[in-house]
């Protein structure tokens, strides 16, 4: 549980923690170790000292009086040398009063008494609670030579002796002070004797056997040439030598202790002994010279330290347990509010903005992450608020420029050849708009053998423009209804348009009027590029009056002009974004490549013509970007053609049935046809016309049908054509004139009457308008 | 187009001036109606004006006389100039009417 959340930010800290303590306690545990290691040395050292101090005091203060008794009694046996007798009293004397001495000989110089013999030396010993006195000296015991006699004689100073076994006593071990006796006769100080005191050494013994050191440390007495006078192995005791031990056992490093023992007074040594390494201090027992030496095992030094070493470990490793439960609890505490803001986070990722962020109090990191946080998700509803205002916007833009195109290019026509039945015509026209939609027009159309066409460019981009060019070819084919001249037609429109034109918006337009009978074109130009004249390889730019563009100035009055347009000539016209279409470098298409352009070539059709000219722009242009709409239109003027002609264009309602009983009547009048005949050509056109009504443009208002006729030789072509579904009528089979009046169906009779009157009948369909042709043979 | 419907003892007399298309076709209908109403026992058409007559013109015709017929009337076309009655052999209706 605790372990599992926040687990490896927590686990780590801890991780870290921990090192460093455990670094940490073990560099201050060596230090302590190390240091107090020292310490302990130093004390037991010490110790040791102050041990072998005190102890050889206590010695000394047994051994100390003895050597003052004999100082004492040399005086007495200097007088009593005169009664040598009296010294058997002497010697009972000291061992009487003093009871550490076992037993005490004044023992004299070969022949010093002459009376007494060889051997003098009265002898006075301890045996059980009395003391008995004796002659020590004799034959067989010579005592010049031993060497409680002869070695203080010959270095003439007081002598302890080796220890011995007491065999004659009660096996005790002892040791003789020695002490010579001096006499000054004749003025030299000669030694005469010595006087002895035995010492027993069994409180010798215990007060050395009760050092204790440490816990296995004991003390040893060694004499002056090594032997073991007491040690707690009871065997080496008068038994070993330091030296002899040291070679029974093998251990060069003792023998060596052992002759530092008779060099030195004192010091300190180390030696092994079984493997175990001991500490050892010796010094002097200053009277005796004996050695006293404190031993104890180096390892027991150290127990103390161990068993503190070892506490300290523990109570550090139980510590640190503890330590990482509590930190590992503290921390994923701690961090209990990342867990929340993991939360958040996720919370915020989904799209929810208004997430509760955990409470912090603390003023930390915690505090800090809270309020980047808060600020993030501040910021994020504010971008996105920005980012949904901006797609919107940039949404509405789009869909205006779409809605601005889908005016534009609906309001131009667009289908081509325009007037296929018009002989004298070859006419075609392209509009490639720009990605914002700039407001080019064109339109035409033919009414009462004349054409009548219009090209202009609005000012401005996007819907506005779009809707001011669909306002302006609205009343370009309402105004022509009205007005017959291209002056007249131009002034409405202008004084239309320049009314409430709060946005100064305005057209630059090409009006004209080409009279199909004769070839006059009247135009009238409105701030709009002079379009180009082709004829015969060579081109010119029409001379026009430039007049103002419409929608500035209303009431301004406008001047038309004519020119005589030959038979095989093409009027081109276009917009600026034609001549002002511009490569990368900024350089523009210009009037003068379009100009040497059309001169040079020879062009099979209109469309020929168009399509030649925007290759050579693209090829200008290349890969900039196009930024204004580029429209052309080139109207090839083939001529008037001599044949009779005559068309009329219809609305798709039956109300203008009598406009074409109009034309045909006309037509009668024009070619001077008999009545009956004009009838039965007036049915015919009718039933077609009709058909066209009904089933070309079903239920859709508003639709053009042009009749049109001509006369080719004795053949009178009648044409009816409209952009509808398409229909042919030639389908329809022909009814059944033999049934009854009941069972005559209503209907079907119109292509049957039209076959009735007329010669030949065709359908054909071109592009997307249904072709109607009527042939009638007349005799004229 | 003129239609004048006059009833004269058992015969109605309708009047036709004028030129029946397409585009009076829906007026005559509606003038013709009452006749296509009532019993037609003796209904006489007068066509001494009457002009001109296409399909649509023809099909109201051969209503009147199917209506007729199956009321058990009787139709009767006067004086019907040379250009319509023309129309009417072109297209096989003359056998469909009686004609005065």
Redesign the interface.
Known sequence: MIFKTNKSLSGRIVFYVLSLCILLFIISLSVFYFFSKHQIEEMTYQNAEALTANTVLKIEQILVPITKISNNYQWIIKKLESDPDSLFMLTRKIVESNPEIMGSAIAFEPNYFKEKGLYYSPYSYRSGDSVISMQLGNENYEYFVMDWYQIPVSIAKPYWTEPYYDTGGGNALMTTYSVPIYSDSAGVKRIVGIITMDLALDWFTEIVSSVKILNTGYASVLSRNGTFVTHPKKELIMNQTIFSYAKEINNPELREIGRAMQRKKSDFVSSTLNGVERMMYFTRLPSSDWTLAVIFPKEEIYLPLRSISIILIVVIVVGLILLTFIITRIISKQLVPLRHFAKSARDVAKGNFNVVLPDIRTQDEMKELHDAFDYMQMNLVHYIDTLKDTTTAKEKIESELRIAREIQMGMIPKTFPPFPARKELDQYATLIPAKEVGGDLYDYFIDNERLYFIIGDVSGKGIPASLLMAVTRSLFRSVTLHFSKPSEIVSSLNNTLSENNDSNMFVTLFLGILDLKNGMLSFCNAGHNPPILIHDNSSDFFKVIPNLPLGLIEGFKYKQQEIAIKAESTLLLYTDGLTEAENEQKVLYGEERLHSFVSERKFTSAQNLIEAILKDVDNHVLNAQQSDDLTLLAITFKGVQDKYEKSVTLINEVEQIPLLQQFIEEVGDDLGLNAPLVMKLNLALEEAVTNVILYAYPKVPGKKIIVSVTLKGNDLIFTVTDTGVPFDPTLTENPDLNLSAEERPIGGLGIFLIRQIMNEVTYSRIHDINVFTMKKKIEN | MEIKIENIENETLVRLTG?L???T??EFEKAIAPVLQSDMNHVILDCSDFE?????G??LF??I??TA??KNGSVTIRKMN??IK??FD???FT??FSFE
């Open positions: 030129r298309d397409t585009a076709a829906a001109y007559i296409s399909s649509s023809l099909r051969l209503v006389q199917k017929l199956a040379a250009e023309s129309v072109m297209t096989g056998a469909l």
